[in-house]
């Protein structure tokens, strides 16, 4: 009998999983600090338009929206928004909730038994919501506030410096009897504006642009600690850091129609609610929120971007 020839066992290949690349894509920052639903506030403002609002006389909160914000584009003062509004601090607002913004010409629109900001202004009060006792604020001696300082994070409307799931409250003020300062002359909100005073000295370096997305004011350069004054007379309605790309921002209203604004400042002479005269130093040139020092100045009317070089005198 020949040799049996017994065939070696085949080895079966071994089934290794195949493995997939694990697709990633970045994960969006949420720009919108959220509590039970509510809007507490913006940690992101790289695409905030600086365009005006033209909706009438009501506005609707979209997401992401706060109400310093809404002001903003309104032409109107915060906390006079907020009293007619009846929202209290911290000023959270509902996604969908409507505003009164103003009338059809932008004019700010007053109850009857309400407080007018010009009635405020001689009362050197800030005026809180109807349905809340009048909160009188005593006159405080001006502040000098430097980047960095951490000075103005109370007065901020968009912290940027809280981590996510931090609620921001704002500080509770006791009734006080309010007083003016003895050489405090307040500004009428009907009052016109007789001249314009330019903000600062420099070559203009950047011209208005009127097209969509092009620059709403003009920028001045300058050297770093450079006086910068108020171009008329009115009063401070916000003065702080937090909207994105204007770093050092101040807001002067200087009647019902018009605002002017100051951003990229060094260090700010003012606070919110103090009254200022044309000529009068507000701030020090500065880089805040830029790349190279500058003034970035606008004037609005009814809350629209203008030509400041229409309205200030030639040099």
């Known amino acids: 009998m020949g040799a049996t020839t017994q065939q070696a066992p085949q080895i079966?290949?071994?089934?290794r999983p195949v493995t997939q690349p694990v697709q990633t894509q970045p994960v969006a920052e949420q720009p919108v600090q959220m509590e039970n639903g509510r809007i507490v506030y913006n940690r992101q403002y790289g695409n905030i338009p600086k365009g005006s609002y033209a909706g009438g006389s009501t506005y609707t909160v979209k997401k992401g929206d706060t109400l310093f914000y809404i002001a903003w584009i309104t032409g109107n003062d915060f906390r006079d928004l907020a009293q007619r509004n009846s929202i209290p601090a911290p000023y959270s607002l509902n996604v969908g909730q409507i505003l009164q913004v103003g009338n059809a010409s932008g004019t700010p629109i007053t109850g009857g038994n309400a407080i007018t900001q010009a009635d405020a202004a001689q009362?050197?009060?800030?005026t809180r919501s109807?349905?809340?006792s009048t909160v009188a604020v005593a006159s405080q001696p001006t502040i000098t506030y430097s980047e960095g300082s951490g000075e103005q994070s109370a007065?901020?409307?968009?912290?940027?410096?809280?981590p996510a799931g931090t609620v921001v409250t704002a500080p509770v003020t006791a009734?006080?009897?309010s007083t003016t300062e003895p050489n405090a002359s307040s500004t009428s909100t009907s009052a016109p504006i007789s001249a314009w005073r330019w903000p600062t000295?420099?070559?203009?370096?950047?011209?208005?642009g009127a097209s969509e997305g092009g620059n709403k004011g003009i920028d001045i350069a300058g050297s770093k600690g450079q006086a910068?004054?108020?171009t008329a007379n009115g009063r401070v309605v916000y003065a702080g850091n937090a909207l994105r790309g204007y770093g050092n921002?101040?807001?002067?209203?200087?009647n019902d129609d018009y605002l002017s604004a100051y951003a990229h400042n060094d260090t700010m002479l003012v606070r919110e609610q103090q009254e200022v005269k044309a000529g009068q130093k507000i701030a020090t040139m500065g880089s805040t929120g830029t790349s190279s020092t500058r003034l970035h100045f606008e004037i609005r009317y009814k809350g629209k971007s203008v030509n400041p070089l229409r309205y200030l005198p030639q040099r």
């Not at 921002?249 to 200087?254: A, E, G, M, S, V």
């Open 12 to 15: 079966q290949p071994v089934q």
């Open 175 to 177: 009734p006080t009897v």
């Open 130 to 132: 109807a349905q809340n």
């Open 155 to 162: 007065n901020k409307m968009l912290p940027n410096n809280k």
């Open 201 to 208: 000295d420099g070559k203009v370096i950047e011209n208005f």
């Open 123 to 126: 009362q050197g009060v800030v």
């Open 228 to 230: 910068i004054v108020a």
């Open 249 to 254: 921002l101040i807001i002067i209203k200087h």
